[in-house]
């Protein structure tokens, strides 16, 4: 099915791991975001992409790291993981800033660090 | 940067109409968006505003006043599971049309 996809749906980490968080749309998508969603606290972006090779910083982007190589794939990075980055993690592709058909998102990552 | 308020919570009946409000403060306006969120899944679209007025799909409809700031989005003819969450959210220009969203408006309907 057309989408996007995100992996792993659960993981809990230990603080000080590592983990990269998986993104692949196929629906050729120029735009790709990273979103975090805290109760209560909507969602916050991290890191966003408009094409393949270009990235830029949202508004939450300390503890992360994302690469670009290919239209089609959006990783998230977490080198130390901090308990403050207990989260749920959404990923999102648009095909022209949302005009036509919206943001598409995925089906979310809920990460726990202990 | 931005500002994106709504309220926290609503109630309402099945069958009545609830109209949910969200004000705005932000530069580089490109569009408002309304998504809907049930609890443990991701936002789903609903709809889309970019100039002003009206837009109406079903039992949904959506409002955006440029000028005040302002938007609401209107459901019609509740069903029980419309109870979820409401996120607003406004696209800039900048920041590769990322959206920036308010906190969501709860809303839970009842019998």
């Known amino acids: 099915n057309a989408g996007v996809t995100q992996t792993p749906k659960f993981r809990i980490l230990k603080i000080g791991q590592s983990m990269t968080l998986q993104c692949t749309q196929d629906m050729n998508h120029n735009y790709m975001y990273w979103y975090r969603q805290d109760p209560g606290m909507g969602l916050k972006l991290i890191y966003y992409s408009v094409g393949a090779g270009i990235t830029d910083k949202g508004e939450v982007p300390n503890g992360y790291n994302v690469s670009r190589s290919t239209t089609e794939d959006f990783p998230l990075r977490l080198e130390l993981a901090a308990p403050s980055q207990t989260s749920v993690y959404f990923c999102?592709?648009?095909?022209?800033?949302?005009?036509?058909?919206?943001?598409?998102f995925g089906s979310g990552t809920r990460l726990t660090v202990v | 940067g931005q500002n994106i308020d709504q309220p926290t919570e609503m109630t309402a009946t099945e069958g009545a109409i609830v109209q949910i409000n969200c004000t705005y403060q932000?530069?580089?306006?490109?569009?408002l968006f309304w998504y809907q969120q049930h609890a443990g899944e991701a936002p789903t679209f609903l709809s889309y505003n970019v100039l002003d007025g009206l837009e109406e799909k079903g039992r949904f409809s959506s409002f955006l006043s440029r000028s005040k700031g302002y938007s609401y989005l209107l459901l019609k003819e509740l069903q029980m599971k419309d109870s979820a969450s409401y996120l607003c959210a406004v696209s800039r220009l900048n920041s590769g049309y990322a959206l920036n969203f308010g906190k969501g408006t709860s809303l839970l309907v009842t019998p």
């Open positions: 932000t530069s580089g306006f490109n569009g």
């Open positions: 999102a592709s648009s095909a022209d800033g949302g005009f036509s058909y919206g943001y598409t």
